[in-house]
């Protein structure tokens, strides 16, 4: 008799059905290829179609939104095996989700075990039913989901949920590869001001509170914010945002200037000092946000709550006593460059020389 699990295992069924995946189909039979893509397609599913490894291998390159790969063991130019493991990497490298299918007629063990170890999820015969296909896809989708939130755990900081210092640093690299074809790119730096006072006055839950207070005016800024340890914070500003980085910085600042927070003694405030590093061309992301921290630096020494934006520190110009918390070796290495200062003691914008 037809009861309610059944019509909650079919409602299930139905939604699976729907989900929409983007898929690479590689085969060198077109025949194979255009079979397989209609099963494919009836449930709705993106397929972008190949008929040898190194043209699948771009597709994966290029499209970041292709989930699945589906491929044949014998590819000219490049095999399936060879296809797994290259597509293994890039997805690996690029913390992206990918599930893989090899198809193969053949039912030998030595090449599924070949194929799993070379970075397949799942193995199926060739031509496929619709039933295994779809099958394999319903358990892909599920493994991807499961992979996905893996992902994004490993990536995020778990108290303010802002990106951690990895994470944020690996996206901004992307973010530097996109920004070389000429799309505007600017880094801001952060620090509280003063903000083991805060711990050691009203408690770390309450220290607590104001770091998330802070995280979430930089989600406001933009999406690609992180924190890189304890009280401090970076935001990368891409496309128009960028070019009005110092009044996004300075608005940053007084939204934290207003925060209010109830402390044992009563209601406080806080202060943030920033940084402010517009990118150029042929400037890593390590350089990026050095310069950035110099800046930052030089809001600290000069009175903290204010906005210091510097468009190129003269190599080997770092203040005495300075530490950069981006750990490398490499000078940003430019000479001249405009200094911005926005504070309460400035409350217009002035200019100075840099040096």
């Not at 517009?278 to 600290?300: C, G, H, I, M, N």
Request: hydrophobic share 40%.
């Amino acid at each position: 008799m037809y009861g309610e699990g059944d019509a909650q295992r079919q409602a299930t069924v139905k939604q699976q059905r729907v989900s929409v995946m983007r898929i690479v189909l590689v085969d060198p039979s077109r025949l194979t290829v255009r079979i397989i893509s209609a099963l494919l397609e009836a449930r709705g599913h993106a397929v972008e179609v190949a008929t040898d490894g190194r043209e699948a291998l771009a597709l994966l390159t290029t499209d970041p939104d292709i989930d699945t790969l589906i491929t044949a063991i014998e590819l000219p130019s490049l095999s399936g095996f060879e296809l797994c493991w290259e597509a293994r990497l890039l997805s690996t490298a690029r913390q992206r989700p990918l599930y893989v299918i090899v198809m193969s007629s053949s039912a030998d063990d030595a090449r599924l075990g070949e194929a799993l170890d070379s970075g397949a999820d799942d193995f199926i015969s060739k031509p496929p039913s619709a039933n295994a296909l779809y099958a394999r896809l319903r358990s892909g989708e599920r493994s991807l989901r499961n992979e996905a939130e893996l992902i994004r755990l490993a990536s995020i900081d778990p108290l303010t949920e802002l990106l951690n210092r990895r994470a944020f640093f690996e996206r901004s690299r992307q973010a530097i590869e996109r920004a070389s074809s000429g799309a505007p790119l600017s880094a801001i730096m952060l620090d509280i001001d003063h903000f083991k006072q805060v711990n050691d006055r009203h408690g770390h839950d309450l220290g607590d509170k104001v770091l998330r207070a802070v995280a979430r005016e930089a989600m406001r800024v933009s999406a690609l914010s992180g924190r890189l340890g304890g009280e401090e914070f970076a935001v990368l500003l891409e496309g128009a945002a960028a070019t009005a980085d110092i009044d996004l910085a300075n608005a940053f600042r007084v939204s934290c200037a207003e925060m209010r927070f109830d402390g044992k003694d009563g209601a406080f405030g806080i202060s943030c000092s920033f940084g402010v590093a517009r990118w150029e061309p042929d400037t890593t992301v390590d350089q990026l946000f050095k310069r950035a921290d110099l800046s930052l630096y030089e809001a600290k020494r000069s009175g903290r709550n204010r906005v210091v934006c510097d468009h190129g520190f003269p190599a080997g110009c770092e203040p005495a006593g300075w530490t950069s918390i981006i750990r490398s070796p490499r000078r940003a290495g430019r000479e001249g460059g405009t200094r911005v200062e926005c504070g309460p003691a400035t409350p217009e914008v002035t200019y100075a020389d840099a040096g």
